[in-house]
């Protein structure tokens, strides 16, 4: 099976559909299926273009869809029948229905009757695995920065702090959790701070300034995927780069 791997779209459909297009990504093969790391949805120009493409996948049997943070965010809002402080979620929503100037509750009733909702509500997973190869958001859950055996059996609140809080990077780089005989693929922070952290030393990670949260001098093609050995980072922080990352993994 090929599978062509996203992560962190927010709403930019259009350009995960050129990084899908570059790869080959062809849902009419048998042996094609896309794998979607989280935060889909949120803030971006395109929501409804992205529900209705990913909704006729899963439809095909296509798709593989991770919750990430801002997806569990959205799909909150939307059950809570409020938006609160993200405004990102209410823009998403509109656009999603095409409907503004609704209040709160008339716009997630509007997403109730697209099908948006109960797509978010039943469609996505927490993880996905294959003989070798981890999905995730963030990352596994973890405990206390170590690694957790039962991870698969996490509940429900264990995956939103992964998803949530999880740090991939600094779970991998600095503390060395990984996936016996596995490789994590996950998104949630840019994949440039990878390359910021690739040679640093423990003291690096415990200065007050925090370097690898400053990727501002980082080149775009430092947002590329990054491959750690036990795991690769997949976030390019799409609203500052243009593009969205898309590799190919054979499993």
């Given at each position: 099976?090929?599978?062509?791997?996203?992560?962190?779209?927010?709403?930019?459909?259009?350009?995960?559909?050129?990084?899908?297009?570059?790869?080959?990504?062809?849902?009419?093969?048998?042996?094609?299926?896309?794998?979607?790391?989280?935060?889909?949805?949120?803030?971006?120009?395109?929501?409804?273009?992205?529900?209705?493409?990913?909704?006729?996948?899963?439809?095909?049997?296509?798709?593989?869809?991770?919750?990430?943070?801002?997806?569990?965010?959205?799909?909150?809002?939307?059950?809570?029948?409020?938006?609160?402080?993200?405004?990102?979620?209410?823009?998403?929503?509109?656009?999603?229905?095409?409907?503004?100037?609704l209040s709160d509750v008339?716009?997630?009733?509007?997403?109730?009757?697209?099908?948006?909702?109960?797509?978010?509500?039943?469609?996505?997973?927490?993880?996905?695995?294959?003989?070798?190869?981890?999905?995730?958001?963030?990352?596994?859950?973890?405990?206390?920065?170590?690694?957790?055996?039962?991870?698969?059996?996490?509940?429900?609140?264990?995956?939103?702090?992964?998803?949530?809080?999880?740090d991939g990077m600094k779970?991998?780089?600095?503390?060395?959790?990984?996936?016996?005989?596995?490789?994590?693929?996950?998104?949630?922070?840019?994949?440039?701070?990878?390359?910021?952290?690739?040679?640093?030393?423990?003291?690096?990670?415990?200065?007050?300034?925090?370097?690898?949260?400053d990727v501002s001098r980082?080149?775009?093609?430092?947002?590329?995927?990054?491959?750690?050995?036990?795991?690769?980072?997949?976030?390019?922080?799409?609203?500052?780069?243009?593009?969205?990352?898309?590799?190919?993994?054979?499993?």
């Amino acid at each position: 099976m090929k599978y062509f791997v996203v992560s962190d779209v927010h709403d930019h459909y259009s350009l995960m559909r050129e990084a899908l297009n570059e790869k080959g990504f062809d849902p009419s093969r048998e042996d094609h299926v896309l794998v979607l790391c989280g935060d889909a949805f949120y803030s971006g120009p395109e929501p409804r273009k992205l529900f209705k493409y990913l909704k006729d996948l899963h439809e095909k049997g296509k798709l593989v869809f991770i919750y990430g943070n801002h997806d569990c965010e959205l799909l909150e809002n939307l059950d809570a029948k409020h938006f609160g402080k993200r405004p990102g979620n209410r823009k998403c929503a509109e656009l999603v229905t095409g409907r503004t100037g609704l209040s709160d509750v008339e716009l997630a009733d509007e997403c109730e009757k697209t099908g948006f909702t109960e797509f978010l509500r039943t469609v996505p997973v927490w993880y996905f695995e294959t003989e070798h190869y981890v999905f995730t958001h963030g990352f596994i859950p973890t405990e206390k920065n170590k690694y957790r055996p039962d991870w698969r059996l996490a509940g429900k609140e264990d995956w939103k702090t992964a998803a949530n809080h999880g740090d991939g990077m600094k779970l991998s780089m600095r503390f060395g959790v990984r996936e016996p005989g596995k490789i994590i693929v996950f998104g949630h922070y840019s994949a440039a701070r990878c390359y910021v952290m690739k040679d640093a030393a423990e003291a690096d990670w415990t200065v007050e300034s925090k370097p690898y949260k400053d990727v501002s001098r980082v080149p775009k093609e430092g947002f590329r995927p990054f491959f750690g050995g036990s795991f690769i980072a997949m976030d390019q922080s799409v609203k500052k780069t243009g593009f969205v990352n898309c590799i190919v993994l054979e499993d």
